[in-house]
């Protein structure tokens, strides 16, 4: 025997996440507990300035029922108030508004000049307040802020839901069934069913801090859902959590390891991605630093390309022959494969099902988490509201619908898109960027500069890194979760349904603001 | 197979400093002069010289062209001084075509030659008028799409400026016919007449030398091709308000020439062409309602090349509600190719293309290739804020701008354009710009996918009534 190591031996001993300097506990709990901003300053929409003229007598603290006003136990002074968890002058009336309690006037309420200068069409101040809210408390935020939709002028921002003017007798909301069935082709393979009706994103080893990527892998063991590994290997750390990740194979084929499919639950094909539909995949060089060169096994520092698209698939014929490569290497396995939203999106919803596809997953063309060119993002593919009605009508008209799973992304923001989504015909969702914003990401859009994420989020530099811990981490995407979930479980109750399946494709639920809503 | 066309950037600095859009206000007199001052956390490094900076109010503002805005320091000051601003200066920049955005991406690209690039998805509104109600189309699996940028594949953005035959003859094995003359050029996009106000100093020499660096065309008046010294043989088109001998001299040497549309523009043609027989005559004309009428006409009887002028906007000229250029378009190339003389002429569209995305978007619409000024005046500096149309001084001293800093900015905009068209193209499936042209079934409009969807289920739209 030869005692010179093989090249998977070597690969193994640099593996830079074999030996987790803070082993996490594989046990997730699904409990709600408080997970406070990770900053000094978190940003509100409303801001209370506390003047000179207070002689703190304490009757802000009596009177604020939303923790703005603290003084811990034996402090004589009122500590600097929390003013982003104030819900602004609709306080007024509630009898809680230290503003009118404050016997000296020594208080003053405004608005953050610095909310306003945040977010962006699709994600406005509102839906990034909400979205932090939820990932702090694990509750609906409040209805100072607009939680359902942003202000993009178009497709989900302009449907509505139509409510029945009482839900039926007997239905109560414990009763409502979040699940969503994963295999519909009556094969061989694991009947997969999850609690709840959307599952993670791809994200990869590379594209963004491990930490954050373990939240995720986390979240998704507490709701017994996914994650996806993205197309960056398949870090050591997620072994504990192997029943609940995705491997993805994308074009590059990084980490795509025998070991890798045979561990995965889904093994899921990425032929496009919606934030750069037609484009390759593009690692900075700046973030290909040693730890990622050794998962994916390249040089340290060269930027890395995934190509596009398949150079192995020019036919539905070559697709199938891919989803047949997995299906032998992993039986147990279900085959999803991921796609944009071209013009005949219907079309290959169609092939991927007679390929042997047993998820098809649409990444509409405004979502996405990682960088891509502006050109890119705004106008290649049409956007995830369009193409969902087409690909579910053509499966119906086929005969298949029963068949095939189809989860629908790019854009998702929050529980009210996974509806809208759902009742325009997908069985569920992914979601990337509410996730990362429930980590704290502002949406600055600055990704791919210099050392990465200046929030500690997308990057692999070791000192940005340290930004975020894995149990913070979780808990925020734990909070998220159960939050969307509850709220989800009130929109179905009040419109009278009793699972989250029975809303998928009651288009008769909805109306749009710019139609008469008559057809 | 030729070598792969190429733009060569190379970083070139603007002169003034950038409006950003960004900044970080700070209420400096409740600062407690604390040690762990976050301004040392700063990931961009951006608070590095305020020590010296401090002195010199210059370096607030270089804040605020720099602040990426990620709320760092704004969120763990100790004493919650930090607040972020968005620039008020920014707000005003452009108009709603042109935005601040729009204008910020441009300097962005003929500062680097690069592509913009960010993370987080699309954050813009859902569509909007023109240009923006328009996606285009790609492929995953049965038209192949290709490389792109970092491909290996050749995607060619040639196209051809003349008259072409309607088929080929023969006689005795020989082409029996003589094929017109064409230009051709590597990229689809000239450089157009750049309009009065922004015509100073050596704004015009350095569009030129743009234009044969990137191996394209620049349309400059006859007056512009005496004053500033650029040589017809270079790239030039001269545009020839009112042709005669004397002129026609002038612009000799040039492949191509251009003349506004008149009623006898045929007759024109035909002295121009008399003259020298190699010689392409492209015509002008303002896109207004019947323009594609006029098109047909001309293309009937046998232009050459027909140049579409929109108004800054991309607006049509002279109608009461003006349409966008991409409906103008459509009309113009569908008359054409019902006559069955698509083929046979060039058209040229300009005014209006503001973004790389608006070249693959107008071709998609019917155009061979657009011609731009206004990207070409925001490459070297321009704010768009007017005071040179009302006489006042220019803020970024356009008139003391030195001819090859402006061509260097200029090329670099167009290499991040041209590289922007690779990937658009590539998505596409498609290996040259020759074939985009009219290619509506690889884009996708706003009002089909709407009526296809949302119109299915809801009924009529009420912005339509």
Same mark, same amino acid.
């Given at each position: 025997?030869?005692?010179?190591?093989?090249?998977?031996?070597?690969?193994?001993?640099r593996r830079?996440?074999?030996?987790?300097?803070?082993?996490?506990?594989?046990d997730?709990?699904?409990?709600?507990?408080?997970?406070?901003?990770?900053?000094?300053?978190?940003?509100?929409?409303?801001?209370?300035?506390?003047?000179?003229?207070?002689?703190?007598?304490?009757?802000?603290?009596?009177?604020?029922?939303?923790?703005v006003?603290?003084?811990?136990?034996g =402090?004589?002074?009122?500590?600097?108030? =929390?003013?982003?968890?104030?819900?602004?002058?609709?306080?007024?009336?509630?009898?809680?508004?230290?503003?009118?309690?404050?016997?000296?006037?020594?208080?003053?309420?405004?608005?953050?000049?610095?909310?306003?200068?945040?977010?962006?069409?699709?994600?406005?101040?509102?839906l990034?307040?909400?979205t932090?809210?939820?990932?702090?408390?694990?509750?609906?935020?409040?209805?100072?802020?607009?939680?359902?939709?942003?202000?993009?002028?178009?497709?989900?921002? @302009?449907?509505?839901?139509?409510?029945?003017?009482?839900?039926?007798?007997?239905?109560?909301?414990?009763?409502?069934?979040?699940?969503?069935?994963?295999?519909?082709?009556?094969?061989?393979?694991?009947?997969?069913? +999850?609690?709840?009706?959307?599952?993670?994103?791809?994200?990869?080893?590379g594209?963004?801090?491990? @930490?954050? *990527?373990?939240?995720?892998?986390?979240?998704?063991?507490?709701?017994?859902?996914?994650?996806?590994t993205?197309?960056?290997?398949?870090?050591?750390?997620?072994?504990?959590?192997?029943?609940?990740?995705?491997?993805?194979?994308?074009?590059?084929?990084?980490?795509?390891?025998?070991?890798?499919?045979?561990?995965?639950?889904?093994?899921?094909?990425?032929?496009?991605?919606?934030?750069?539909?037609?484009?390759?995949?593009?690692?900075?060089?700046?973030?290909?630093?040693?730890?990622?060169?050794?998962?994916?096994?390249?040089?340290?520092?060269?930027?890395?390309?995934?190509?596009?698209?398949?150079?192995?698939?020019?036919?539905?014929?070559?697709h199938?022959?891919?989803?047949?490569?997995?299906?032998?290497?992993?039986?147990?396995?279900?085959?999803?494969?991921?796609v944009?939203?071209?013009?005949?999106?219907?079309?290959?919803?169609?092939?991927?099902?007679?390929?042997?596809?047993?998820?098809?997953?649409?990444?509409?063309?405004?979502?996405g988490t990682?960088?891509?060119?502006?050109?890119?993002?705004?106008?290649?593919?049409?956007?995830?509201?369009?193409?969902?009605?087409?690909?579910?009508?053509?499966?119906?008209?086929?005969?298949?619908?029963?068949?095939?799973?189809?989860?629908?992304?790019?854009g998702i923001?929050?529980?009210?898109?996974?509806?809208?989504?759902?009742?325009?015909?997908?069985?569920?969702?992914?979601?990337?960027?509410?996730?990362?914003?429930?980590?704290?990401?502002?949406?600055?859009?600055?990704?791919?500069?210099?050392?990465?994420?200046?929030?500690?989020?997308?990057?692999?530099?070791?000192?940005?890194?340290?930004?975020?811990?894995?149990?913070?981490?979780?808990?925020?995407?734990?909070? *998220?979760?159960?939050?969307?979930?509850?709220?989800?479980v009130?929109?179905?109750?009040?419109?009278?349904l009793?699972?989250?399946?029975?809303?998928?494709?009651?288009?008769?639920?909805?109306?749009?603001?710019?139609?008469?809503?008559e057809? | 197979?030729?070598?792969?066309?190429?733009?060569?950037?190379?970083?070139?600095?603007?002169?003034?400093?950038?409006?950003?859009?960004?900044?970080i206000?700070?209420?400096?007199?409740?600062?407690?002069?604390?040690?762990?001052?976050?301004?040392?956390?700063?990931?961009?490094?951006?608070?590095?010289?305020e020590?010296?900076?401090?002195?010199d109010?210059?370096?607030?503002?270089? =804040?605020?062209?720099?602040?990426k805005?990620?709320?760092?320091?704004?969120?763990?000051?100790?004493?919650?001084?930090?607040?972020?601003?968005?620039?008020?200066?920014?707000?005003?920049?452009?108009?709603?075509?042109?935005t601040?955005?729009?204008?910020?991406?441009?300097?962005?690209?003929?500062?680097?030659?690069? +592509?913009?690039?960010?993370?987080?998805?699309?954050?813009?509104?859902?569509?909007g008028?023109?240009?923006?109600?328009?996606?285009?189309?790609?492929?995953?699996?049965?038209?192949?799409?290709?490389?792109?940028?970092?491909?290996?594949?050749?995607?060619s953005?040639?196209?051809?400026?003349?008259?072409?035959?309607?088929?080929?003859?023969?006689?005795?094995?020989?082409?029996?016919?003589?094929?017109?003359?064409?230009?051709?050029?590597?990229?689809?996009?000239?450089?157009?007449?750049?309009?009065?106000?922004?015509?100073?100093?050596?704004?015009?020499?350095?569009?030129?030398?743009?234009?044969?660096?990137?191996?394209?065309?620049?349309?400059?008046?006859?007056?512009?091709?005496?004053?500033?010294?650029?040589?017809?043989?270079?790239?030039?088109?001269?545009?020839?308000t009112?042709?005669?001998?004397a002129?026609a001299?002038?612009?000799?040497?040039?492949?191509?020439?251009?003349?506004?549309?008149?009623?006898?523009?045929?007759?024109?043609?035909?002295?121009?062409?008399?003259?020298?027989?190699?010689?392409?005559?492209?015509?002008?004309?303002p896109?207004?309602?019947?323009?594609?009428?006029?098109v047909?006409?001309?293309?009937?009887?046998?232009?050459?090349?027909?140049?579409?002028?929109?108004?800054?906007?991309?607006?049509?000229?002279?109608?009461?509600?003006?349409?966008?250029?991409?409906?103008?378009?459509?009309?113009?190339?569908?008359?054409?190719?019902?006559?069955?003389?698509?083929?046979?002429?060039?058209?040229?569209?300009?005014?209006?293309?503001?973004?790389?995305?608006?070249?693959?978007?107008?071709?998609?619409?019917?155009?061979?290739m657009?011609?731009?000024?206004?990207?070409?005046?925001?490459?070297?500096?321009?704010?768009?804020?007017?005071?040179?149309?009302?006489?006042?001084?220019?803020?970024?001293?356009?008139?003391?701008?030195?001819?090859?800093?402006?061509? @260097?900015?200029?090329?670099?905009?167009?290499?991040?354009?041209?590289?922007? *068209?690779?990937?658009?193209?590539?998505?596409?499936?498609?290996?040259?710009?020759?074939?985009l042209?009219?290619?509506?079934?690889?884009?996708?409009?706003?009002?089909?996918?709407?009526?296809?969807?949302f119109?299915?289920?809801?009924?009529?739209?009420?912005?339509?009534?």
């Open positions: 025997m030869s005692t010179v190591p093989s090249s998977r031996q070597r690969a193994e001993s830079p996440d074999a030996s987790p300097s803070r082993p996490e506990s594989a997730v709990s699904r409990e709600i507990r408080p997970a406070p901003p990770r900053y000094r300053n978190e940003i509100g929409k409303f801001g209370v300035h506390r003047g000179p003229q207070c002689e703190a007598c304490g009757r802000c603290v009596e009177t604020c029922r939303h923790g006003h603290v003084r811990p136990e =402090y004589l002074h009122v500590m600097r108030p =929390y003013d982003y968890r104030c819900i602004g002058p609709a306080c007024g009336d509630t009898g809680s508004y230290c503003i009118d309690a404050c016997p000296q006037g020594a208080l003053k309420l405004s608005v953050n000049p610095v909310s306003e200068t945040m977010g962006d069409c699709r994600w406005t101040p509102d990034l307040l909400s932090w809210a939820m990932a702090e408390t694990g509750r609906p935020p409040g209805n100072h802020l607009e939680s359902e939709v942003g202000a993009s002028g178009g497709g989900f921002d @302009r449907l509505r839901f139509r409510f029945p003017d009482a839900p039926p007798p007997g239905l109560s909301r414990e009763d409502i069934s979040t699940k969503l069935l994963l295999n519909r082709r009556g094969d061989s393979r694991p009947r997969i069913e +999850i609690d709840i009706p959307w599952y993670g994103g791809g994200m990869s080893f594209s963004t801090n491990i @930490r954050a *990527l373990l939240g995720k892998a986390r979240v998704a063991k507490a709701f017994n859902g996914f994650t996806c993205g197309e960056g290997g398949y870090p050591e750390r997620f072994l504990p959590y192997k029943d609940h990740v995705i491997t993805q194979v994308a074009t590059g084929l990084f980490g795509v390891r025998e070991e890798t499919i045979q561990r995965a639950p889904i093994v899921e094909f990425k032929y496009a991605q919606g934030a750069k539909p037609g484009l390759g995949g593009h690692l900075l060089g700046d973030k290909n630093t040693p730890s990622v060169a050794a998962m994916r096994e390249t040089v340290q520092g060269v930027s890395l390309f995934s190509p596009f698209p398949f150079h192995s698939v020019y036919s539905v014929e070559d199938q022959k891919h989803l047949d490569w997995i299906a032998h290497v992993n039986p147990r396995a279900l085959l999803s494969a991921k944009s939203t071209p013009a005949d999106v219907d079309m290959v919803a169609v092939g991927i099902y007679y390929a042997g596809g047993h998820i098809v997953h649409l990444d509409g063309s405004y979502g990682g960088a891509a060119p502006n050109v890119a993002k705004k106008n290649i593919a049409m956007p995830i509201e369009y193409a969902i009605g087409r690909v579910h009508q053509f499966l119906v008209d086929e005969g298949i619908r029963d068949k095939i799973t189809v989860i629908a992304s790019g923001r929050t529980p009210a898109d996974v509806a809208k989504a759902i009742a325009m015909g997908a069985d569920g969702c992914v979601i990337g960027t509410a996730e990362l914003v429930a980590l704290s990401c502002i949406r600055c859009t600055a990704c791919e500069s210099g050392r990465g994420c200046a929030r500690g989020i997308a990057t692999t530099d070791d000192e940005l890194l340290e930004m975020v811990d894995v149990e913070w981490c979780t808990q925020r995407l734990v909070n *998220l979760y159960g939050a969307w979930r509850e709220m989800l009130d929109l179905l109750f009040r419109l009278g009793d699972s989250v399946s029975a809303l998928r494709g009651r288009i008769d639920l909805l109306s749009h603001l710019d139609y008469e809503n057809a | 197979m030729p070598a792969k066309y190429v733009i060569h950037h190379k970083a070139t600095k603007p002169r003034f400093r950038p409006i950003g859009k960004l900044g206000v700070e209420w400096r007199e409740d600062c407690s002069s604390c040690h762990n001052c976050v301004k040392r956390d700063c990931v961009y490094r951006l608070y590095r010289d020590a010296d900076t401090l002195r109010e210059v370096g607030y503002l270089d =804040y605020i062209y720099q602040c805005g990620c709320l760092n320091c704004v969120q763990n000051c100790t004493k919650n001084i930090l607040t972020r601003v968005v620039n008020p200066e920014f707000r005003r920049l452009g108009d709603a075509y042109y601040p955005d729009l204008i910020l991406s441009t300097w962005y690209q003929a500062e680097t030659g690069k +592509i913009p690039v960010s993370g987080a998805g699309y954050g813009g509104p859902f569509s008028p023109g240009f923006d109600s328009m996606w285009t189309d790609m492929s995953e699996i049965v038209r192949p799409t290709r490389d792109g940028i970092h491909g290996r594949e050749y995607i953005t040639s196209v051809d400026i003349g008259r072409k035959l309607p088929h080929l003859e023969f006689e005795n094995g020989r082409l029996k016919v003589d094929p017109p003359p064409l230009a051709e050029i590597p990229l689809p996009v000239i450089f157009d007449r750049i309009p009065p106000h922004w015509k100073r100093g050596a704004v015009t020499a350095a569009v030129a030398a743009a234009a044969a660096e990137v191996g394209t065309l620049a349309i400059l008046d006859e007056a512009d091709l005496r004053d500033s010294g650029v040589s017809v043989r270079g790239r030039a088109i001269p545009f020839l009112a042709p005669s001998a002129t001299n002038t612009a000799e040497a040039a492949t191509v020439v251009m003349i506004p549309d008149r009623p006898d523009a045929m007759a024109v043609q035909a002295a121009l062409k008399r003259e020298h027989p190699a010689r392409i005559v492209a015509i002008r004309i896109a207004g309602p019947d323009v594609a009428g006029r047909a006409e001309l293309a009937g009887d046998g232009a050459d090349a027909i140049q579409l002028t929109f108004d800054s906007h991309g607006k049509e000229l002279g109608a009461v509600q003006p349409r966008h250029m991409r409906d103008v378009l459509r009309e113009t190339h569908t008359t054409l190719v019902r006559k069955g003389i698509r083929d046979e002429v060039t058209l040229i569209a300009s005014g209006g293309i503001a973004a790389a995305e608006h070249v693959a978007k107008a071709i998609l619409c019917g155009a061979d657009v011609a731009i000024e206004v990207p070409l005046i925001l490459a070297l500096e321009c704010r768009l804020c007017g005071e040179c149309e009302r006489g006042q001084q220019c803020p970024i001293a356009l008139e003391e701008i030195d001819a090859g800093f402006g061509a @260097r900015r200029i090329v670099n905009l167009m290499a991040a354009w041209h590289s922007q *068209l690779l990937e658009m193209l590539g998505a596409m499936g498609i290996r040259e710009v020759r074939r042209r009219g290619e509506t079934g690889r884009c996708m409009f706003f009002e089909d996918l709407e009526r296809e969807t119109g299915r289920w809801f009924g009529k739209r009420r912005t339509d009534s």
